[in-house]
């Protein structure tokens, strides 16, 4: 399986982003998947995830209400519209795929993409 992150960027506090999440290598439409970031100097957080059929999503509480995550199973791609961005949201984003339950722990969640940085400027 491999990720492919994409669309981070530099923008200015309040600002939007989409960040996409590209699939490859296996069946992504029976996949649980993540969106994850670290920021520099701390430990990896969940940001929110969305299940196989886009019926069930989770978000971190910093982000509800701003972060929508979606996903496009033909395309074999998920997304997060990232709107009235924060420079606390700052880091790098990772796109992940979770084989299992739905969940929100990073551990359960088998593959990951390789980070697209998103810098929020005050």
């Known amino acids: 399986v491999q990720l492919q992150a994409s669309g981070g960027g530099l923008v200015q506090a309040g600002g939007s982003l989409r960040l996409s999440c590209a699939l490859s290598?296996?069946?992504?439409?029976?996949?649980?998947m993540g969106w994850f970031r670290q920021a520099p100097g701390k430990e990896r957080e969940f940001v929110s995830a969305i299940n196989w059929s886009s019926a069930v999503t989770y978000y971190t509480n910093s982000v509800k209400g701003r972060f929508t995550i979606s996903r496009d199973n033909a395309k074999n791609a998920v997304y997060l519209q990232m709107n009235s961005l924060r420079p606390e949201d700052t880091a790098v984003y990772y796109c992940a795929v979770n084989r299992g339950s739905h969940s929100t722990n990073h551990v359960v969640y088998d593959y990951w993409g390789q980070g697209t940085l998103v810098t929020v400027s005050s």
């Open positions: 290598g296996r069946t992504f439409s029976y996949y649980n």
